[in-house]
């Protein structure tokens, strides 16, 4: 038995890696310390302040093993009314769901942890649409009713980013001629998809932004009468799987944004192996991403969840049907690509 469990590990040792490694479930895990540790001190200094500097020395990273280390040994309670089943299954499905939906992202030629087979794109939306689920599971399972009003804010802003996003992205399968996201990375090797699709990538970047709730879209975590929103009831361990959760999604509808519109793992040959090449751009792109969404953060003020939902019906969503429409104009006029 162990000889053929040997085997099986010779045999598929370049998928153990991907799934296990990179771009799997190592990668995730080292991404989400990664930027809580880089939020934190980018915005510290944004401000004028230190950030962490008291575990890992002046530069604080060894803060996020700390903290988790402290969630991990807190003990786990569950409300005394609570669905203790869905209440501890959807903290345990939460980070999965982006997890999924990152497997579908090119990271290089070839690298790419599961294929769909030309359809990566709606594969990915489907798998996206579960987790506004979840999260209304999460809050109603708690029985807690400032945590299912949360919920249900969460759902409000999830479909009104959800849908104009996903109409934005029309716009790119139109130009592309594919639903497949590694043909849709070739297709950008000349250009990038936000020359023909700016308006698209506008619409889409403010949707996903309050489709994953990062400020000024962070109403259902963020306003003072709902505490934490549905995340209010957990502690330990599951609060910290909340929290992955909510990083994971980021990292997934990011890399979706820069295999859309910004040429994916597309660069200027630095690297002799095309695949190290590509990983190297797709990760230089993912910071300088993230870099700018955590300058948003701390540079406009929270909308009123009336606001945010406005928003998404009344702007984001006509702007993501005439995208769709100048895209079928430029295609039949010029050709498309």
């Known amino acids: 038995m162990i000889d053929a469990l040997i085997s099986f590990v010779n045999e598929n040792l370049g998928v153990l890696f991907v799934i296990a ?6 990668f995730i895990l080292g991404f989400v310390i990664f930027a809580v540790w880089y939020q934190r001190k980018y915005l510290a200094r944004l401000m004028i302040r230190m950030g962490p500097v008291h575990c890992g020395g002046r530069m604080g990273w060894l803060q996020l093993i700390a903290d988790a280390m402290k969630l991990v040994a807190k003990e786990l309670i569950f409300p005394r009314a609570a669905n203790k089943t869905l209440f501890l299954f959807a903290s345990v499905v939460l980070p999965v769901i982006p997890a999924a939906m990152i497997a579908l992202i090119p990271f290089a030629p070839g690298l790419i942890i599961y294929d769909a087979a030309g359809v990566s794109l709606l594969v990915f939306f489907a798998i996206s649409t579960l987790f506004p689920v979840v999260s209304v599971i999460r809050g109603w399972a708690a029985n807690n ?6 919920a249900f804010r969460n759902i ?3 479909i009104a980013g959800e849908i104009p996003v996903f109409l934005a992205s029309v716009g790119v399968m139109i130009w592309a001629g594919t639903y497949d996201l590694n043909e849709i990375v070739l297709k ?11 308006l698209g ?3 889409f970047f403010i949707g996903f932004l309050a489709m994953i709730e990062k400020v000024p879209f962070d109403i259902p975590t963020a306003e003072t009468e709902l505490i934490y929103g ?3 009831e957990y502690s330990g361990a599951m609060f910290l799987n909340m929290m992955e959760a909510d990083y994971i999604n980021l990292l997934a509808w990011t890399l979706l944004m820069i295999t859309l519109y910004f040429g994916g793992y597309n660069g200027p040959p630095i690297f002799a192996d095309p ?3 590509g990983v190297f751009w797709i990760l230089l792109k993912l910071i300088i991403a993230i870099t700018i969404i955590f300058t948003i953060t701390i540079s406009y003020a929270r909308l009123r969840i009336d606001q945010a939902v406005k928003m998404g019906w009344n702007y984001l969503l006509p702007l993501s049907i005439l995208n769709i429409l100048l895209t079928l104009a430029m295609k039949f006029y010029l050709g498309g690509v």
Do not use: C, E, H, R
């Open 21 to 26: 490694i990179f771009p799997g479930l190592a």
């Open 145 to 150: 009713k400032f945590t299912i009003i949360g």
């Open 156 to 158: 409000y802003l999830d």
């Open 188 to 198: 950008q090797a000349s250009m990038w998809f936000i020359v023909p699709q700016f």
């Open 201 to 203: 990538f506008i619409v």
């Open 230 to 232: 549905p995340n209010t």
């Open 275 to 277: 695949v190290l090449n």
